[in-house]
């Protein structure tokens, strides 16, 4: 049985920092990542990262979220600096195994406090 479980989110006021941690297990992961969706809004990506450590980011976050992992733990993590009111979203972690399916943790939530 594939679980995510994630961590971190939280309520900061903006200028802050957060960081999301997401352990992957019951599956062989191959790309991990985050996406998020606020309240109106579509689910949109975050941020993914492959095996070998090559990421994709949106181009909005670029440079104030940064999206790592630890193969060894099977965890993704996301640093997020700099926090805006409109980074405020439930942010769920998703994990592609080897043979492309994919999975979803149940979500986080982040507030931003202006």
């Known amino acids: 049985q594939v679980q995510l479980v994630e961590s971190g989110g939280g309520l900061v006021q903006a200028g802050g920092s957060l960081r999301l941690s997401c352990a992957a297990s019951?599956?062989?992961?191959?790309?991990m990542g985050w996406y998020r969706q606020a309240p109106g809004k579509q689910r949109e990506l975050v941020a993914t990262?492959?095996?070998?450590?090559?990421?994709n980011y949106a181009d909005s976050l670029k440079g104030r979220f940064t999206i790592s992992r630890d193969n060894a733990r099977n965890t993704v993590y996301l640093q997020m600096n700099s926090l805006k009111p409109e980074d405020t979203a439930v942010y769920y972690c998703?994990?592609?195994?080897?043979?492309?399916?994919?999975?979803w943790g149940k979500g986080t939530q982040v507030t931003v406090s202006s």
């Open positions: 990262i492959t095996t070998r450590n090559t990421t």
């Open positions: 019951g599956t062989i992961v191959n790309v």
């Open positions: 998703q994990v592609q195994n080897w043979r492309g399916i994919n999975y």
